[in-house]
């Protein structure tokens, strides 16, 4: 299959007051299949988020990004927001954070659902209306409650319109940035099985940002495990779970308890390194509990396995 | 068995709601935390987790049942009464980066609750005794810093120092590390893991029960502001007796995705517990309910294993 959505070498850089540069994401690549499902995780200030941002067109004026981010054969990082706003919320659209919240209270729900679908010249007036219960149906809340406002809708049916939203112009990519972070379990589960079915039925790829990697294991078939602006390694959930190359991708595992496993759980010593200033070697190195002498000096060579498992360690033998 | 240090009977807090309307945010709940026991209580949002918590810490208005602590009945305690017993019971936040006060240098924070309670003996070594403890060693690496030369983990355990700088005899501590790195969770986990093998009594509340699981010696489950079920940890996630607790277990996300799940998603959200349902306040949600469901209230009572405990009428 012809991917939908292929990031090569994809840099991100922010400018800081005092003329220093923090390099946020270093040349991440990777491809996305239609109707597939990555994960995209890390902890706190590794890039994830800036990296999905910088697809979308929506980083800050204090950002500059370079590489490639080709959709459909096109690269649409090429020319600026230029190339980049015809494709926004048409062909690749994102949930933000926190997006349940960012509802304007003052207006329905309907009439925000409606803003990009007449934005966007796909409908007007009544049939508008109709796009919009269509779109409510289709994440499950009845179309009937369009003119209601936020205030009448709980946190899990918020999300869900938040949803809707994203899908309102038909995209091909969704890009879900900790899409169940402030739910609560049950409703968490609701929301993972609705996303898991509109991509499905839709044949929508998705990437989905979070630092849960039992909701990763769960929804998507493969991730990308990042660290400090970089992919870690990348692989099906099974092999990252199972089989990791990254000593960083098995110390986050026993770091996540496991419901029904009695093993330890460790947490990992540390903190990720600051990222405005160069770093030498492996940026794991001091925080890895199988670090070579070489990991301190020399950047970590790629390594790969079966099925595009790939991760950049310095070991030979599975971490 | 040890003498429970806190022992909480039918406790009741409802908040009136206006037009002659009450929230029962906590509708008789009973639990017992002993010296050296993990207790979690978990629960989704608006079970009344946390009003348990404040009710116990007499931070919110007990409108029925009591609150003993040491074999003392602090339920109608005043905020004076209420001093030397906080000074037994502290607190821990959700949130090491709200809780601090920025301009205060961690010695500052931590030498506050020693003000506050007016013990004036060694405060220096009481200070770094209890930063060690809180496993930020050496002291004097951390002790003149400021909250933010300090990543979050460490944050916690500076917030943590400051409650057993008094040398409490029970930690309450509310989602300790739902604010924190995945990678630094385990390490304040283990932390209080460690302070109740010191002989601590510890609540925990948390909405994850991957962590109780791990951490707690004994769980307990709310739902609409009651316990519906209770027991050691490992029988209720192993073994759980009531719909409420097989539901919750059967959602929780696991790492390996090669682990055959049946997740038996519940519909809608937990009602308003301005409206709680008749009969067994869970029955509109239960895959199972019968027709008594609806006009009988069920009991806490023995199912399951030793010790275990739950609130259903089908068992």
Known sequence: MTPVLVIEGLHVWFELPNHKELH?????????????????????????????????????????????IILDGDDILAGGDTTMRPHRWKDISM?????????????????????????????????????TAELLELVGISGSRQDRYPHEFSGGMRQRAAIAMALACDPKVLLADEPTTALDVMVQAQILKLLVQLTDDLG???????????????????????YAGEIAEIGTTHDLYHKPLHPYTRMLFSATPDLLAEQTVRSIPGAPPRLDQPLVGCPFQPRCDSALTVCASEAAPLRTGPDGHRAYCHLKDTA | MTEPLLQVDDLVVHYPAGRKRVVHAVDGVSLTVAPGEFVALVGESGCG???????????????????????????????????????EMQLIFQD????????????????????????????????????????????????????????????QRVSIAASLVLEPTMLLADEPVSMLDVSVRAGILGLLEELRKSGLGI??????????????????????????????????????????????????????????TKPQILQGETPNPVNVPSGCRFHPRCPVAEARCQNEDPQLRPAGGDGQQAACLLI
């Not at chain 1, 990697?213 to 990308?224: E, G, I, K, M, Y």
């Not at chain 2, 007499?58 to 030397?84: H, L």
């Not at chain 2, 403890?133 to 979050?152: C, K």
């Open chain 2, 96 to 155: 090491p980066y709200e809780s601090l006060d920025p301009r205060f240098r961690v010695r500052d924070t931590v030498i506050e609750p020693l003000q506050i309670h007016g013990v004036t003996d060694n405060r220096e070594e009481r200070v770094r005794a209890a930063l060690e403890r809180a496993g930020l060693t050496p002291a004097e690496l951390y002790i003149d810093r400021y909250p933010h030369e300090l990543s979050g983990g460490q944050r």
């Open chain 1, 24 to 68: 946020a994401v270093k040349g991440i690549s990777f491809e996305l299949e239609p109707g597939e499902r990555l994960g995209l995780v890390g902890e706190s200030g590794c890039g994830k988020t800036t990296a999905i941002l910088a697809m979308m067109g929506l980083l800050p004026p204090t950002a500059s990004a370079a590489g490639k």
């Open chain 1, 95 to 131: 949930v933000f954070q926190g997006a349940m919240n960012a509802f304007d209270p003052v207006k329905t729900i309907g009439s925000q659902i409606q803003e990009p679908i007449v934005k966007a010249k796909l409908a007007e007036g009544k049939a508008a209306r109709l796009r």
């Open chain 1, 204 to 226: 929508l790829a998705m990437i989905m940002v979070t630092h849960d990697l039992p909701l990763v294991s769960q929804v998507c078939t493969r991730a990308a495990v990042m």
């Open chain 2, 49 to 87: 987790k946390t009003t348990t918590a404040q009710a116990i810490m007499r931070m919110a208005k007990v409108t029925a049942g009591t609150i003993t602590y040491s074999g003392c009945d602090i339920t109608t305690f005043s905020q004076r009464e209420m001093r030397p017993i906080r000074h």
């Open chain 2, 203 to 260: 609540l925990m509340i948390t909405h994850d029960l991957s962590t109780a699981a791990h951490y707690a010696n004994r769980i307990c489950v709310m739902y609409l502001g009651r316990v519906v079920e209770e027991g050691p940890a490992h029988e209720v996630i192993r073994n759980p007796q009531h719909p409420y607790t097989k539901a919750l277990v059967s959602v929780v996300p696991q790492p390996d995705p090669d682990r055959a």
